[in-house]
């Protein structure tokens, strides 16, 4: 569904992406962890079309993401945004529908609240939230909206960054696990970024590694405590001291 090829990225002297390759098969999921600041966001913009590569090349379903076509192309998309990224004048029922209110879609109001009273219950929210306002909500439960959203328009692709960032462990586990469910029964591609290693146990099919601009490790995420591979050991076992340079 989404193939990265050598894929290079700079902003002016600092190389960010220097040969990234990377394929995700259709209805798996991927997560993508590595250290603050080595390119997981960046990556992600290369691949909804928000940056444009240095060199190298992207495909999403056989399309580059800089087709003339943007609307098509992006409409293949859900996203969970890095806190919630709410609409804060919207009730929930105008976030979750957002995309179905307007576009190809133009529902009307009643059906658009329809699904997303349908939506909300999916993620385990009750009817009645649709009508109250972000404000309203606890963390936990902004995330689930912002997961009723991500999945509202029925996408054949899903982006999670950082799904459980600020949450309790709890909560973290049931999202954790409402994610591995939609994606499961929707059959969608998943793409997740995570520093959360509880999400990439919960989530992952496959998981890369990214470090000083390249894919460090990928693999099958039943092999990732035995890869013998140290910078991926020194990341998932939280270590100070390793070939990764903390900066202090
Ligand atoms: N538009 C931009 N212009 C200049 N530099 C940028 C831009 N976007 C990202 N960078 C730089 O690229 C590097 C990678 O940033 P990115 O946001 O992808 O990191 P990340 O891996 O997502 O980190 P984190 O885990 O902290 O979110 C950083 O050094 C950042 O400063
Ligand atoms: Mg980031």
Redesign the pocket.
Known sequence: MITIKDLHKS??P?T?LNGVNMHIAAGHSMVII????????????NILGL?TPDSGSIEVNGIDPNTRNRDAFLDMFGMLF?GGALFDSLPIWQNVSFRLLQGKHKLSNSEAHEIAVEKLRRVGLRPEVADQYPGELSGGMQKRVGLARAIAAEPEIIFFD?PTTGLDPIMSGVINELIREIVVEMGATAMT?T?DMSSVRAIADEVAM?HEGVVQWTGKVGDMDNSGDPYLDQFINARPDGPIEAIR
């Not at 590595?34 to 913009?45: A, I, P």
Request: hydrophobic share 35%; glycine share 22%; aromatic share 4%.
């Open positions: 902003f002016g600092k960010v590595g250290g603050s600041g080595t390119g997981k966001s960046v990556l992600l913009k940056i890095q950082e970024i520093h990214l």
